[in-house]
């Protein structure tokens, strides 16, 4: 093994491990990204030698992110599980750490309780916040009975209150021990025709206490590094005529669809296919706009001498993207895996010819770092506004004292225009739930949007 680097430690760093000592080990890192939320973690292991096995679990594209952070800077060997297929036998390591992705991990459960981990490290929490995928079911299987836990992301909330119940209960299960208390206290729950909906928000203020007073580390980038803003701008898009009577022709037919139908004598069913609807006219919204947006762009980099990072989301759009930039691009989506993507990252990071890098909201949205990007761009709405915030962060440059900028491309006159007004409404509560700021906003984007459109109709 190499001479191990020296890490640099800062106040901020060390608040926050004294904060997971205190909570003995069973703590939410909700550090903003690019704070060292991976330092923060590997030092606590390091400072509790007795704490071991320990393992990472992390979305794929992190895995070698934290094998050589761990050896580098605290020289701890790592373990990285790939496949599906464990090993029959039990193999014995001197060193303390696995690391595996969130895909795998049902499949090494009972090789990592065999191998008697004590101490996960659930890095991107998010990933288990439903409580019906393999993520979940596998991690609460995995933390069972166990001393420590500690669960990382900077934005754990990206939606509504109620994604948070699942990392609190397996964090402090005494605390939060049951979801139709937690629900009807800080869910704003509302009778449906099929049963209790729990999209809402209420008793925020207090939520975020309690999660502070009990569990959570939380501190923004601007209090610890400085205040180093988003300037966000909104930048509308025309679509073509043509384009644009096809777009219309698809929003009128469903509006007219789902004028017909009474909302209170909706089901599930229904609802799952008017959210396929709106999905449809997302998508067709962002098509049409595509040939604009590539002339947006071209003037971009025409008029700029840096690089830009572009967030898309289907396949379709991003192959557009890849065809007109081949050659001064790199692409990372869901089939670009492993390292891969760990190449492609450190491509649009140190080569001066690739100017553009384009990434799946899911795929590029957490871990990677592209701070060498002089803004980001994000071709399509997503529906949930912490997904987006972590796209953005993606291109923080810690050694940089300008702001972040951020454009919105959105097509002109369609559901991406009200999609983005609400999503910025949205952020609001996952502000004041992590923060504790007094910005409130209680709709859901589903039934916002939803009444948006039929306004319009």
């Not at 962060?393 to 050694?399: G, L, M, Q, V, Y």
Request: a positive charge; glycine letters at 4%.
């Amino acid at each position: 093994m190499g001479k191990m680097t020296e890490p640099e430690k800062r106040d901020y760093q060390e608040k926050a491990i004294r904060k997971i000592e205190h909570f003995k080990g069973r703590a939410l890192l909700a550090y903003e990204m690019r704070m060292g939320k991976t330092f923060i973690a590997l030092q606590w292991l390091k400072n509790n030698p007795k704490i071991k096995p320990a393992v990472v679990v992390c979305p794929e594209i992190g895995k070698l992110h934290w094998e050589e952070k761990a050896l580098r800077y605290f020289g701890i060997r790592s373990v990285v599980l790939n496949g599906e297929s464990p090993p029959k036998r039990k193999f014995i390591h001197s060193d303390r750490l696995y690391i595996l992705n969130w895909e795998i991990l049902q499949y090494w459960v009972e090789f990592l309780k065999e191998a008697q981990v004590i101490a996960p490290i659930l890095d991107e929490v998010h990933y288990i916040k439903e409580r019906r995928t393999q993520c979940y079911k596998a991690t609460k299987k995995l933390v069972k009975g166990l001393p420590y836990l500690l669960a990382l992301g900077g934005t754990p909330l990206k939606s509504r209150p109620a994604e948070l119940f699942n990392i609190l209960n397996l964090i402090r299960p005494d605390k939060y021990p049951s979801f139709m208390k937690y629900a009807f206290r800080y869910c704003k729950p509302e009778h449906r025709p099929w049963g209790w909906e729990f999209k809402g928000a209420t008793n925020l203020d207090e939520l975020h206490n309690n999660m502070s007073a009990w569990c959570m580390v939380r501190m923004l980038r601007k209090d610890a590094m400085g205040d180093l803003p988003k300037d966000r701008r909104v930048v509308p898009i025309d679509i073509d005529m043509s384009r644009r009577v096809e777009y219309e022709e698809a929003e009128h037919n469903f509006i007219t669809w789902l004028t017909k139908r009474s909302v209170t004598r909706a089901n599930k069913a229904k609802k799952a296919e008017r959210l396929v609807q709106m999905g449809y006219l997302k998508r067709l919204a962002a098509l049409s706009k595509m040939p604009n947006t590539l002339k947006w762009i071209d003037r971009w980099l025409a008029k700029k001498s840096g690089k830009l990072a572009i967030f898309a989301i289907h396949k379709e759009i991003i192959q557009l993207l890849h065809h007109k930039y081949k050659g001064q691009c790199v692409v990372v989506d869901g089939s670009v895996r492993g390292k891969k993507r760990h190449l492609a990252v450190k491509t649009f990071q140190t080569d001066k010819k690739c100017r553009v890098f384009i990434g799946n909201t899911k795929a590029a949205g957490t871990v990677i770092q592209l701070s060498k990007a002089k803004a980001a761009v994000i071709i399509e709405m997503d529906w949930t506004p912490g997904d987006l915030t972590q796209c953005e962060d993606r291109i923080f440059d810690e050694n940089s004292n300008k702001s972040m900028r951020i454009y919105y491309l959105v097509a002109r006159d369609t559901i991406e225009h009200h999609l983005c007004e609400i999503l910025q409404s949205k952020q609001d509560v996952l502000s004041e739930t992590l923060d504790g700021s007094k910005k409130k906003n209680r709709l859901s984007i589903f039934d916002e949007l939803q009444r948006k459109l039929l306004l319009k109709g």
